[in-house]
């Protein structure tokens, strides 16, 4: 039977709505977020306040790793990188590496008798290090590929510096123009032979398979002094660690390089 009012017509049907109630609504889970921003937050501050409590060799340790959170590079205890993630050694850094090696060479047994016949220089190609010879010989046995004792430890300990480095090297053999007693070995050879030598004990010593670009001879068309062709002090070995931009070497020309040397960047590690 259905309902009517009092004068017979029909009533509309009773619509009946229910609310559920979350008893947990009142809360949800907002504060989640906001006690995890406080957590976050207070780390933070702990680790700066660690930070600024730590010796330098933790701060460089965690700059190295922002810098280079992939570890590229891995020169280790040295203003140019933290501990275990170095920096590629730029133009701004060459300096800094230059008296990095003239200390570690301080530091060798035999340094008062080598300090005159090693010179480091920045040029437009990078930081060479030349390995000057004299009369007798000093790093290779006169008129021979072989290294001496000198030659080797000090060859040893480039290794080991310059091994941590992500920088291409190259290495160059020069000789006089003294012209070699034999006909069938020439200045290019021995000077061939020489930079050769010259990696393999540094691949061998620290320096990695990949890390040398270039294994040059000259011969005596690069004398350092022009005026005194004969000069043992043309005989060297020069080491070059190149510039790295984005981590490609720059290319520089041979007459860059030269043009820079002849601008006095050369420094004797004696002097220091």
């Given at each position: 039977?259905?309902?009517n009012?009092?004068?017979?017509?029909p009533?509309?049907p009773?619509?009946?709505?229910k609310?559920k109630?979350?008893?947990?609504?009142h809360h949800?889970?907002a504060?989640?977020?906001?006690?995890?921003?406080?957590?976050?937050?207070?780390?933070?501050?702990?680790?700066?306040?660690?930070?600024?409590?730590?010796?330098?060799?933790?701060?460089?340790?965690?700059?190295?790793?922002?810098?280079?959170?992939?570890?590229?590079?891995?020169?280790?205890?040295?203003?140019?990188?933290?501990?275990?993630?170095?920096?590629?050694?730029?133009i701004?850094d060459?300096?800094?590496l230059?008296?990095?090696?003239?200390?570690?060479?301080?530091?060798?047994?035999?340094?008062?008798?080598?300090?005159?016949?090693?010179?480091l220089?920045?040029?437009?190609?990078?930081?060479?290090?030349?390995?000057l010879?004299?009369?007798?010989?000093?790093?290779?046995?006169?008129?021979?590929?072989?290294?001496?004792?000198?030659?080797?430890?000090?060859?040893?300990?480039?290794?080991?510096?310059?091994?941590?480095?992500?920088?291409?090297?190259?290495?160059?053999?020069?000789?006089?123009?003294?012209?070699?007693?034999?006909?069938?070995?020439?200045?290019?050879?021995?000077?061939?032979?020489?930079?050769?030598?010259?990696?393999r004990?540094m691949?061998?010593?620290?320096?990695?398979?990949?890390?040398?670009?270039?294994?040059?001879?000259?011969?005596?068309?690069?004398?350092?002094?022009?005026?005194d062709?004969?000069?043992?002090?043309?005989?060297?070995i020069?080491?070059?660690?190149?510039?790295?931009?984005?981590?490609?070497?720059?290319?520089?020309?041979?007459?860059?390089?030269?043009?820079?040397?002849?601008?006095?960047?050369?420094?004797?590690?004696?002097?220091?």
């Amino acid at each position: 039977m259905a309902n009517n009012d009092q004068k017979g017509a029909p009533l509309a049907p009773i619509i009946i709505i229910k609310k559920k109630i979350n008893h947990g609504g009142h809360h949800g889970g907002a504060w989640k977020v906001a006690y995890a921003d406080f957590v976050t937050a207070m780390m933070a501050l702990f680790i700066v306040l660690w930070l600024l409590g730590s010796d330098d060799s933790v701060k460089k340790a965690v700059g190295g790793y922002f810098s280079d959170p992939e570890g590229n590079g891995k020169l280790m205890g040295t203003t140019l990188a933290g501990s275990g993630a170095g920096a590629a050694i730029g133009i701004d850094d060459m300096e800094k590496l230059k008296e990095k090696i003239e200390q570690a060479m301080k530091q060798m047994p035999k340094f008062e008798q080598i300090k005159e016949q090693v010179q480091l220089i920045v040029t437009g190609e990078g930081l060479r290090v030349e390995l000057l010879e004299t009369e007798k010989g000093m790093f290779f046995e006169s008129g021979k590929p072989n290294p001496s004792d000198r030659g080797r430890e000090l060859l040893q300990m480039l290794s080991n510096q310059l091994g941590k480095l992500p920088n291409k090297l190259l290495i160059e053999g020069h000789t006089d123009s003294k012209p070699y007693a034999s006909e069938s070995y020439s200045n290019w050879e021995l000077s061939a032979d020489r930079a050769n030598t010259a990696r393999r004990l540094m691949q061998n010593s620290g320096v990695k398979p990949n890390q040398v670009a270039q294994v040059r001879g000259y011969a005596d068309q690069q004398l350092r002094k022009e005026d005194d062709p004969e000069n043992p002090g043309n005989r060297r070995i020069s080491v070059i660690v190149q510039y790295l931009y984005s981590g490609n070497p720059v290319r520089i020309n041979q007459k860059t390089a030269k043009a820079e040397n002849e601008k006095g960047k050369e420094t004797v590690v004696a002097k220091h």
